[in-house]
């Protein structure tokens, strides 16, 4: 016998009466207010190429869920693209975005009191978003992964939005000419779909299928080709009878596959903003885990597996043809909690009983990985009690110990001119701060700054120290993104002095500051101010609102 669906309300109740108004104004059918209602979550607009697609995707599934025999109901969402919506307010919208997603899903599918979601995961907020989402209201949800844009060529060698945004950092010193910079953006980007390489949207769209909540082989995917939409069509017809089982996400998101996660973004030195989102999804989820102790748990057992760019040179298309996410996890299997859940149903240890490596060269084995690990470290001390990651990626000539004074930055611009006018000097640590999740408000992009002390010859000379997030990977130097508690939080970042040492230990995971405890304690009765202050709109209620990035940067405690 078939349970009674939350969205078929009493027969003659105002709720029942308001909404059969309007219902059959839109011409439903008594049988159609009968069935399984599902929301497809479709964050797009048509401001970025990342999302361009995702309508015609939506429509594919609402046809896949008719004939499964459930009422599809497409919600749209506000749609971030860090490309496109990172302009305004100095980034400070990119990662707040993540948060408006969480919250337009719940008043829209809770307030109408739908039965199941299916949601379009593309740019790279808008998937941590709607697993935060799923966790939050616990509705059966599957996440379908909308894919990676292609690439261009440029002069005969690869070129892809990544490439561009980084060569775009040695435009002001004159590494690259105006004319050349434009023909690379003229030639990165070929069809819709997420920045390719792993970035943090497929990052992202990898580690929804690691937890669970894609179908399997979901990711990576090329968008719109024949396999994306078989999938689909596939998690069309599935949600339905995932709505009839009551089969929900905290059935799948569990302990063990946020630890699977874990495993899978270190096997592939995935973006670091992995680690926050996944934070974030496990206390919508009320999982008690702390994503951060997984990392460091993990990250001297987990080797790298796949070097795709920026990593090293293999490319999106090349980790999708050797067997994508799957095979990765089949290369892990004897690491994983096979256990954990999937939404067919199955466990993982049932999903990778088949699977095979379709290319041994670039997905490698534990035993004889691309480099030993880590890929990917977390790093706590008195500088940063609530830690710091820092992607140290793959084989490099990457320092790991460094010790020097700071020179300290309030702005991504204020460093950028400071750099360009030679004020940064060999030795030091740059520091960044003032620009956090609640400084900023809403973590500053800082990859510019790294990418511009590259540029000036200087990233192999100098560490920092950022409380703002990091895109692309700069396979030199050391970089320590995400550095938390902030200094407007009260963190000891607030208590740094130009010229205060700095030590910075990434094989025994400390970030210290040397600095007495008695002169910290005189500094602590100044009062420092940090941040931006007088903000309205969104920003100020995100300001007033947001956690520690540490602590996934959710807007509840
Ligand atoms: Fe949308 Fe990169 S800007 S995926």
Redesign the pocket.
């Known amino acids: 016998m078939r349970r009674i669906l939350r969205s078929n309300f009493k027969p003659g109740t105002p709720n029942w009466a308001g909404r059969r108004a309007q219902w059959r104004a839109l011409g439903l059918s008594d049988e159609d207010m009968e069935k399984p209602k599902i929301a497809i979550i479709n964050s797009s607009s048509e401001l970025?190429i990342?999302f361009s697609h995702l309508d015609g995707i939506a429509a594919k599934v609402k046809e896949a869920i008719r004939a499964a025999g459930g009422l599809p109901f497409e919600v749209r969402t506000a749609a971030p693209?860090?490309?496109?919506t990172n302009a305004g307010r100095g980034g400070g919208y990119i990662l707040p975005t993540r948060d408006l997603i969480v919250n337009d899903i719940e008043v829209q599918v809770e307030g109408a009191l739908l039965d199941g979601m299916i949601c379009l995961a593309?740019?790279?907020k808008t998937t941590p978003g709607q697993l935060m989402a799923a966790g939050r209201l616990n509705i059966p949800t599957i996440v379908v992964i909308c894919g990676y844009q292609q690439s261009g060529t440029y002069r005969g060698q690869h070129m892809d939005?990544e490439e561009v945004f980084l060569k775009s950092s040695f435009v002001a010193s004159g590494g690259v000419s105006l004319a050349e910079i434009t023909e690379m953006a003229d030639n990165a980007v070929r069809s819709p779909g997420?920045?390719a390489g792993m970035?943090?949207?497929n990052s992202m769209h990898i580690v929804c299928e690691a937890l669970g909540m894609s179908l399997p082989g979901s990711a990576p995917v090329l968008a719109n080709s024949p396999k994306m939409m078989g999938h689909v069509r596939e998690a069309g017809q599935r949600i339905v009878q995932m709505v009839w089982d009551d089969y929900k996400p905290r059935d799948i998101m569990t302990a063990e596959s946020f630890a699977n996660a874990a495993m899978v973004v270190l096997a592939l030195s995935a973006s670091i903003n992995t680690v926050k989102h996944l934070q974030a999804i496990a206390m919508e989820c009320e999982c008690d885990v702390d994503v951060y102790d997984l990392f460091a748990r993990y990250a001297d057992k987990i080797p790298l597996l796949a070097a795709i760019r920026p990593t090293g040179e293999g490319l999106i298309e090349d980790l999708e043809a050797a067997g994508g996410t799957r095979a990765v996890m089949k290369r892990l299997e004897g690491l994983l909690h096979c256990n954990a859940r999937t939404v067919t149903g199955q466990n993982v240890g049932e999903v990778l009983n088949d699977v095979q490596i379709a290319n041994e060269k670039v997905i490698h084995t534990v035993l004889n990985p691309v480099s030993k690990p880590p890929s990917l470290v977390i790093v706590k001390g008195s500088l940063l009690p609530g830690g710091g990651i820092v992607r140290l990626g793959g084989p490099s000539e990457r320092t790991m110990r460094f010790t020097g004074p700071a020179n300290i930055f309030h702005s991504r611009e204020e460093a950028m001119e400071a750099i360009g006018r030679g004020e940064v000097k060999p030795g030091q640590v740059v520091v960044l701060r003032g620009i956090g999740v609640k400084g900023g408000p809403g973590l500053a992009m800082t990859s510019s700054v790294v990418f511009a002390l590259d540029g000036a010859g200087l990233i192999d000379k100098v560490a920092v120290v950022t409380e703002g997030q990091l895109s692309g990977l700069v396979n030199r130097g050391l970089v320590v993104g995400e550095a938390s508690p902030e200094a407007m939080e009260g963190g000891p970042l607030g208590l740094v002095d130009n010229g205060d040492p700095i030590s910075i230990d990434v094989d025994k995971r400390v970030v210290n500051l040397d600095v007495p405890e008695e002169t910290l304690a005189k500094r602590r009765e100044e009062q420092r101010q940090f941040g931006k202050t007088g903000e309205r709109g969104w920003l100020s209620i995100y300001q007033r609102t947001v956690q520690p990035v540490h602590k996934g940067a959710v807007l509840f405690k």
């Open positions: 970025a990342c693209s860090d490309f496109i593309s740019c790279d939005i997420v920045c970035g943090t949207a």
